[in-house]
């Protein structure tokens, strides 16, 4: 079992909706990340916190709104999303803030995201 | 800019075939990290394993083994007998430097079958 844990497993909402993904990891990892994975593509990472700040943004839309309220804590806050934002949303973590010393990204299994 | 290229989108053996999934990086940097994630059907990626630039050692673990070869930007990954539950896509990734953002390759969809 994946040690990184994300709810809810499958989402549908409208384009007016607003809802929330949360993920979850105990593993003490000071890092953690929000991907999107379209089918038949790889994940695009879009957001990266370190010790619970946003250290990387990846030029995502507003309509998507990542919060880290603490260290074992991640919400991708959605609004007014888009059909196309249909995807997998993949949570991560990693021990440490570089692929230097941290050595592996846990992924969680993702929320499956459809808009209608 | 990094890239990496997975050039078989799709491969299909039979059980116990062996078979070697490609995987070409480009960087500039001299400093990198190259990974090989594993995603089955349920939708986490699972990790394989990672290798630096450093480190041209090729590795075995059981059945899998990885051949790393600088010359060639290669970082080829083989399953010897391979089963059904092997199924699945598998990522080729890189990161340089002390980053933290991987760069994926396109991934190779793996069918095993009896």
């Known amino acids: 079992d994946t040690e990184v844990t994300q709810t809810p497993k499958h989402l549908v909402m409208g384009m007016t909706n607003k809802k929330s993904l949360k993920c979850e990891q105990h593993m003490g990892h000071r890092a953690m990340y929000w991907y999107k994975q379209k089918a038949k593509k790889p994940p695009e990472l879009m957001f990266v916190y370190s010790y619970e700040k946003l250290s990387i943004n990846e030029s995502v839309p507003s309509r998507f709104s990542p919060e880290c309220p603490n260290s074992s804590l991640l919400n991708l806050h959605l609004h007014a999303l888009q059909p196309e934002d249909s995807a997998l949303y993949l949570c991560?973590?990693?021990?440490?803030?570089?692929?230097?010393?941290?050595?592996?990204?846990?992924f969680g299994e993702g929320s499956r995201l459809t808009v209608l | 800019a990094q890239k990496v290229t997975q050039a078989q989108t799709e491969i299909s053996v039979v059980e116990k075939e062996d078979v070697t999934l490609d995987c070409v990086y480009e960087?500039?940097?001299?400093?990198?990290?190259l990974f090989w994630y594993k995603q089955p059907p349920s939708g986490e990626l699972v990790f394989l394993i990672r290798r630096n630039s450093f480190d041209e050692q090729n590795e075995i673990s059981g059945r899998y083994s990885w051949n790393f070869q600088k010359s060639t930007s290669s970082f080829n990954f083989t399953i010897t007998a391979s089963q059904v539950v092997d199924s699945a896509v598998y990522f080729c990734a890189l990161t340089v430097g002390g980053g933290n953002k991987l760069t994926f390759g396109t991934g190779t969809q793996l069918k095993v079958e009896l």
């Open positions: 960087t500039r940097d001299t400093t990198y990290y």
């Open positions: 991560a973590s990693s021990q440490g803030t570089s692929m230097a010393n941290t050595g592996e990204l846990f």
